[in-house]
């Protein structure tokens, strides 16, 4: 298994559909990814489409969204770690230009820029042209981050929080 995208949700039916669609269009060998969604207590219909999609559902209402991500990361088999919000979409040659870092040891985390859907809302614009005036702001804030496997595993060691 090349890549676990885990994405996390709550209440998020609105917005599921797209980003699971996006992702079932990924022109990727689909036995080469998993999909997990870690759902936090939704009370709409987020785990219904997520799971009429084929994605993994975890349902884990007591976990904040850091504990939803590493959740998700310990039931993952992927060599890699997507880490995608609910109201992503993403181009379907992602895991295609993610998967040059799959042999790559010198790299153990990578993201990429976000960009706004056609149909945006003057607040997505407004928030896209903020981040587009600031590069700093525009590689801290809000990105999905893919990563290693090996390096989330080490970050929860050293931060003490898993065991070998």
Do not use: H
């Not at 298994?1 to 209440?11: E, G, L, V």
Request: with cysteine; proline share 4%; net charge positive.
């Amino acid at each position: 298994m090349d890549f676990s995208i885990i994405i996390p949700a709550k209440n998020e039916e609105k917005n599921i559909q797209n980003c699971l669609q996006s992702i079932a269009a990924i022109d990727y060998p689909a036995d080469k990814f998993e999909v997990l969604l870690i759902d936090n207590g939704s009370t709409d219909k987020t785990v219904a489409v997520a799971e009429s999609w084929g994605a993994k559902v975890f349902l884990k209402p007591e976990l904040t969204i850091s504990g939803l991500r590493n959740f998700g990361a310990q039931q993952s088999k992927g060599k890699i770690l997507a880490f995608l919000d609910a109201d992503c979409t993403v181009d379907k040659n992602w895991l295609n230009a993610a998967s040059v870092y799959l042999e790559d040891t010198a790299v153990v985390s990578f993201g990429s820029p976000a960009v706004i859907p056609l149909n945006a809302t003057w607040v997505q614009k407004a928030w896209f042209n903020i981040r587009k005036k600031n590069k700093l702001l525009k590689m801290l804030i809000g990105m999905n981050l893919p990563m290693f496997l090996c390096a989330w595993m080490r970050s929860q060691r050293l931060a003490g929080l898993m065991r070998i």
